[in-house]
C-alpha cells in the first residue's frame, strides 16, 4: 500500500478539508463555533438556498476518510445538512443533534423566529449500517425529537458479501456505497415536497431493493499510521468494507472478467423480497458503481464495459449507470458494484399504501451538491443559490441564535420546572440524590470486578467505563452541576444521559445515554402526566427500552445489558415493587453466565474457554448493580 502523504498525519486534516469543500458550493456554510452551538464539523445549506415548498429536510453523514462523503452531496436536492467524525470514526451524538437542528431551519422569508419555528422542517436522516453510526445517530435523533424536531430515519445496508456470516444475522448487512445512491432519490423527493413519511417510506422500499458487494487489490493507509499488512502476492479481497475491514475472502487476480462473475454472483445470490431471488431475469436495474479511490479511470472504464457485458448475459436491463468516487476508503485500490431492483422497487410502490413515485425521475432531477456525477433529464426546475462571504463559514444561522423549541416548553409547563413533580412520582428530591450517589459508589466499588469479568470475556474497558460515567454523575451533584431539588424528573434524566454521552464513550455509553434521553422524554409526555407515578414509572421505562430497541438488536439472551435492564423493566410493569425488580434483573445478569455472545467484541471469545463460561456479562452485572444500589438508597 501506498504510505506517502501530502499531510503526514491526520490532525486538523478534517476541518481543512471541510474548508476545501465548502468553497466549492456557495450556498454552503461550515458551521464552527458559537454561543450556542460548539463546533460540530457540520456543513449545512444557507436557508436562502433551499426550496421553498420542501418540508422535509434529508441529512447523512459518517467518519471522515470517504470524501466527497457527505459535505459534497450537501446541497439543493440532496442533503440540507452532513456532518462528519474523525477518520473512519463516527461523530458524537451532539455534532449530529447540531446538524439536524441547522437541517430543520426553514427557508428564509420575512417573518420572526416564533414564525420560523412553526414553519421547522422535518428531519430523515441517512444511517449506515454499522454499531457506532446507529447508536451515536440514534442518541442525536431522540434528543432531537425531545427538541419538538420530528425526526425518522432510513438505514442503509447494502452489502450482501457477508449476509451468509455467522454472527451477522443480529447487526445486520454492512452499509456501502449505496448509501450515497439513497442520498440522491430521497434528497430530491424531500425537494420536491415530500412528507416525512412519504420520505422514510420511499427510502426503506430503495434499501430492501437494493445490494452491493466491495473488492479491493489492497488496503488503504491513513496518514500518520504505521502501514498495516498487506495483501502479499496476485490476490484481492472480495467483500471489503469502507474502513479497511478485511474482506470475506481472498481470491486470486485474474482478471477484471473472473472478478467482476464473482461479484455479480453474491449479488444476484442474495435473498430478495420473500423467499425469491433478488434480481429475477429481465428486471430492470439501475447500476451504481464506486470507484474505492485508488484505481485509475482508464481501469475504471474498462471495468465499467465488463459489468454491462455480464449485466446482459444474466438478462437485467440497466435503466441508468452511475460511476464515479462517490464514497471512498481514502487511497483504497477497489471499487464496489451496487444493484437497485427497479422492477421490485415500482411492485412495491404500488402494493404498500401511500404515494407512487418515479424513482429513476428522482435521479434524473437536478442537483447543485457538487459530488454528485450522474444523468440528469429535468431541466425545467430553477436553482436558487444564496450569497456567501469569503470565508464561507458560520458560528450559527440567521442571527446565531436557537429557533423556539416548542415541543421542549410544553413539556416543562406540563411536566414541572424548579423541581416539582418528584411528589407526583413517588420520591422526594433528597431520597433521588441519595439513589443516585448510592448506586454510582457501588459502580466504583465493582469496578475491579467488572474489568476482570469484561478482561476475560470482552476488551477489558467496561470496570473502568461505567466508573467514569460514575465519576462524572458524582462530580456533577458535588459541583451543583446537577441540583435534583430544582429539577423535574424528565430534566433530571435528561441531564444524567448528557453526562453518560460525554463521559462514558463507547457502545455501552451510547446505549444508556438513549435509554436515559427517552426516559426523558417520555416522563415529560402528555400520555403519561396523568397516570399513577406506579404505572408512569413502569410505561416510561418501558418507554426508553423500545427506543432503546430501534438502534440495537440486542435483546434479553444476546448477553449484554438487555439481560439484566429488561427483567427489571418488565416486573415493574407487572406490578413489583422494587426489590422484586431487582431481583429479577440480578438472576438477569446471572443467567449470561457461559451464554453465547451475539453482539460486541465478546462474539469473537469462544464459550469452549471455561474461563467465559464462568463470568457474567460486565455490561449487565453493571446494570444489576445500578439498580441494587438505586434500590438500597431509595
Same mark, same amino acid.
Given at each position: 500500500?501506498?504510505?506517502?502523504?501530502?499531510?503526514?498525519?491526520?490532525?486538523?486534516?478534517?476541518?481543512?478539508?471541510?474548508?476545501?469543500?465548502?468553497?466549492?458550493?456557495?450556498?454552503?456554510?461550515?458551521?464552527?463555533?458559537?454561543?450556542?452551538?460548539?463546533?460540530?464539523?457540520?456543513?449545512?445549506?444557507?436557508?436562502?438556498?433551499?426550496?421553498?415548498?420542501?418540508?422535509?429536510? #434529508?441529512? !447523512?453523514?459518517?467518519? &471522515?476518510?470517504?470524501?466527497? +462523503?457527505?459535505? $459534497?452531496?450537501? =446541497?439543493?436536492?440532496? %442533503? *440540507?445538512?452532513?456532518?462528519?467524525?474523525?477518520?473512519?470514526?463516527?461523530?458524537?451524538?451532539?455534532?449530529?443533534?447540531?446538524?439536524?437542528?441547522?437541517?430543520?431551519?426553514?427557508?428564509?422569508?420575512?417573518?420572526?423566529?416564533?414564525?420560523?419555528?412553526?414553519?421547522?422542517?422535518?428531519?430523515?436522516?441517512?444511517?449506515?449500517?454499522?454499531?457506532?453510526?446507529?447508536?451515536?445517530?440514534?442518541?442525536?435523533?431522540?434528543?432531537?425529537?425531545?427538541?419538538?424536531?420530528?425526526?425518522?430515519?432510513? #438505514?442503509? !445496508?447494502?452489502?450482501? &458479501?457477508?449476509?451468509?456470516? +455467522?454472527?451477522? $444475522?443480529?447487526? =445486520?448487512?454492512?452499509? %456501502? *456505497?449505496?448509501?450515497?445512491?439513497?442520498?440522491?432519490?430521497?434528497?430530491?423527493?424531500?425537494?420536491?415536497?415530500?412528507?416525512?413519511?412519504?420520505?422514510?417510506?420511499?427510502?426503506?422500499?430503495?434499501?430492501?431493493?437494493?445490494?452491493?458487494?466491495?473488492?479491493?487489490?489492497?488496503?488503504?493507509?491513513?496518514?500518520?499510521?504505521?502501514?498495516?499488512?498487506?495483501?502479499?502476492?496476485?490476490?484481492?479481497?472480495?467483500?471489503?468494507?469502507?474502513?479497511?475491514?478485511?474482506?470475506?475472502?481472498?481470491?486470486?487476480?485474474?482478471?477484471?472478467?473472473?472478478?467482476?462473475?464473482?461479484?455479480?454472483?453474491?449479488?444476484?445470490?442474495?435473498?430478495?423480497?420473500?423467499?425469491?431471488?433478488?434480481?429475477?431475469?429481465?428486471?430492470?436495474?439501475?447500476?451504481?458503481?464506486?470507484?474505492?479511490?485508488?484505481?485509475?479511470?482508464?481501469?475504471?472504464?474498462?471495468?465499467?464495459?465488463?459489468?454491462?457485458?455480464?449485466?446482459?448475459?444474466?438478462?437485467?436491463?440497466?435503466?441508468?449507470?452511475?460511476?464515479?468516487?462517490?464514497?471512498?476508503?481514502?487511497?483504497?485500490?477497489?471499487?464496489?458494484?451496487?444493484?437497485?431492483?427497479?422492477?421490485?422497487?415500482?411492485?412495491?410502490?404500488?402494493?404498500?399504501?401511500?404515494?407512487?413515485?418515479?424513482?429513476?425521475?428522482?435521479?434524473?432531477?437536478?442537483?447543485?451538491?457538487?459530488?454528485?456525477?450522474?444523468?440528469?433529464?429535468?431541466?425545467?426546475?430553477?436553482?436558487?443559490?444564496?450569497?456567501?462571504?469569503?470565508?464561507?463559514?458560520?458560528?450559527?444561522?440567521f442571527t446565531g441564535k436557537r429557533l423556539p423549541t416548542g415541543g421542549t416548553n410544553k413539556v416543562h409547563e406540563d411536566g414541572g420546572r424548579g423541581g416539582s413533580g418528584w411528589e407526583e412520582m413517588g420520591a422526594t428530591p433528597t431520597r433521588v440524590q441519595k439513589a443516585i450517589q448510592m448506586a454510582c459508589r457501588a459502580l466504583l466499588e465493582a469496578e475491579r470486578k467488572l474489568t476482570e469479568f469484561d478482561t476475560i470475556a470482552g476488551d477489558g474497558d467496561c470496570g473502568e467505563t461505567f466508573s467514569a460515567g460514575a465519576n462524572g454523575i458524582l462530580t456533577a451533584i458535588d459541583k451543583g452541576e446537577i441540583d435534583i431539588a430544582n429539577l423535574a424528573p424528565m430534566e433530571l434524566f435528561a441531564r444524567i444521559a448528557d453526562i453518560l454521552e460525554d463521559k462514558m464513550g463507547g457502545t455501552i455509553g451510547a446505549l444508556l445515554a438513549i435509554f436515559f434521553t427517552?426516559?426523558?422524554?417520555?416522563?415529560?409526555?402528555?400520555?403519561?402526566?396523568?397516570?399513577?407515578?406506579?404505572?408512569?414509572?413502569?410505561?416510561?421505562?418501558?418507554?426508553?427500552?423500545?427506543?432503546?430497541?430501534?438502534?440495537?438488536?440486542?435483546?434479553?439472551?444476546?448477553?449484554?445489558?438487555?439481560?439484566?435492564?429488561?427483567?427489571?423493566?418488565?416486573?415493574?410493569?407487572?406490578?413489583?415493587?422494587?426489590?422484586?425488580?431487582?431481583?429479577?434483573?440480578?438472576?438477569?445478569?446471572?443467567?449470561?453466565?457461559?451464554?453465547?455472545?451475539?453482539?460486541?467484541?465478546?462474539?469473537?471469545?469462544?464459550?469452549?474457554?471455561?474461563?467465559?463460561?464462568?463470568?457474567?456479562?460486565?455490561?449487565?452485572?453493571?446494570?444489576?448493580?445500578?439498580?441494587?444500589?438505586?434500590?438500597?438508597?431509595?
Open positions: 500500500m501506498s504510505t506517502k502523504h501530502i499531510y503526514p498525519s491526520t490532525d486538523g486534516l478534517v476541518l481543512k478539508s471541510l474548508r476545501g469543500g465548502v468553497l466549492l458550493n456557495p450556498s454552503l456554510v461550515l458551521q464552527v463555533a458559537s454561543l450556542s452551538h460548539p463546533p460540530s464539523k457540520t456543513v449545512y445549506t444557507k436557508p436562502s438556498a433551499r426550496s421553498p415548498g420542501a418540508r422535509v429536510s #434529508v441529512i !447523512a453523514g459518517g467518519g &471522515s476518510g470517504h470524501e466527497p +462523503a457527505h459535505i $459534497g452531496y450537501t =446541497g439543493r436536492g440532496m %442533503l *440540507a445538512a452532513s456532518v462528519c467524525g474523525d477518520v473512519f470514526a463516527s461523530p458524537s451524538a451532539k455534532q449530529i443533534v447540531s446538524a439536524i437542528e441547522f437541517a430543520a431551519l426553514p427557508a428564509e422569508g420575512p417573518d420572526t423566529d416564533v414564525q420560523r419555528a412553526a414553519r421547522r422542517r422535518d428531519v430523515l436522516v441517512v444511517i449506515n449500517n454499522y454499531t457506532g453510526d446507529r447508536l451515536n445517530f440514534g442518541l442525536a435523533i431522540e434528543k432531537a425529537k425531545a427538541m419538538g424536531i420530528r425526526v425518522d430515519s432510513v #438505514v442503509v !445496508a447494502d452489502d450482501v &458479501s457477508l449476509v451468509r456470516a +455467522a454472527g451477522v $444475522g443480529l447487526v =445486520g448487512p454492512r452499509g %456501502l *456505497a449505496g448509501n450515497i445512491f439513497v442520498c440522491k432519490i430521497l434528497g430530491a423527493l424531500a425537494d420536491e415536497g415530500g412528507s416525512l413519511e412519504d420520505v422514510k417510506r420511499v427510502g426503506d422500499i430503495v434499501v430492501g431493493n437494493l445490494a452491493s458487494v466491495g473488492i479491493g487489490l489492497e488496503h488503504c493507509h491513513v496518514p500518520g499510521r504505521e502501514g498495516g499488512e498487506g495483501l502479499e502476492g496476485s490476490v484481492y479481497e472480495i467483500g471489503l468494507g469502507l474502513h479497511n475491514e478485511p474482506g470475506v475472502r481472498k481470491l486470486p487476480l485474474n482478471g477484471a472478467e473472473e472478478m467482476v462473475r464473482n461479484m455479480l454472483e453474491l449479488i444476484m445470490e442474495s435473498p430478495g423480497q420473500g423467499d425469491g431471488a433478488r434480481f429475477p431475469r429481465e428486471s430492470e436495474v439501475v447500476l451504481f458503481v464506486n470507484n474505492l479511490g485508488g484505481i485509475s479511470q482508464l481501469e475504471m472504464g474498462a471495468v465499467l464495459g465488463e459489468i454491462v457485458r455480464q449485466l446482459g448475459d444474466a438478462q437485467l436491463r440497466p435503466a441508468r449507470i452511475y460511476m464515479s468516487s462517490y464514497m471512498t476508503s481514502l487511497n483504497a485500490p477497489g471499487f464496489s458494484i451496487s444493484l437497485l431492483n427497479l422492477t421490485s422497487v415500482k411492485h412495491m410502490m404500488s402494493t404498500i399504501p401511500g404515494p407512487t413515485f418515479d424513482v429513476v425521475q428522482l435521479l434524473d432531477m437536478p442537483t447543485d451538491a457538487y459530488a454528485w456525477v450522474g444523468t440528469s433529464l429535468a431541466t425545467n426546475m430553477v436553482t436558487q443559490q444564496g450569497r456567501r462571504g469569503e470565508s464561507g463559514e458560520s458560528g450559527d444561522s427517552s426516559l426523558s422524554l417520555s416522563l415529560g409526555s402528555p400520555q403519561n402526566l396523568e397516570a399513577s407515578h406506579e404505572s408512569r414509572w413502569g410505561k416510561s421505562l418501558s418507554d426508553a427500552a423500545t427506543a432503546l430497541g430501534r438502534y440495537t438488536p440486542a435483546k434479553e439472551g444476546d448477553r449484554t445489558i438487555m439481560d439484566a435492564l429488561v427483567p427489571f423493566i418488565r416486573a415493574l410493569e407487572r406490578g413489583s415493587d422494587m426489590k422484586g425488580a431487582v431481583d429479577d434483573a440480578k438472576a438477569g445478569a446471572e443467567a449470561t453466565r457461559g451464554m453465547r455472545a451475539k453482539l460486541g467484541r465478546a462474539v469473537y471469545v469462544g464459550t469452549e474457554h471455561k474461563d467465559v463460561v464462568s463470568v457474567p456479562d460486565p455490561g449487565a452485572w453493571g446494570i444489576m448493580v445500578v439498580l441494587q444500589g438505586i434500590m438500597e438508597g431509595l
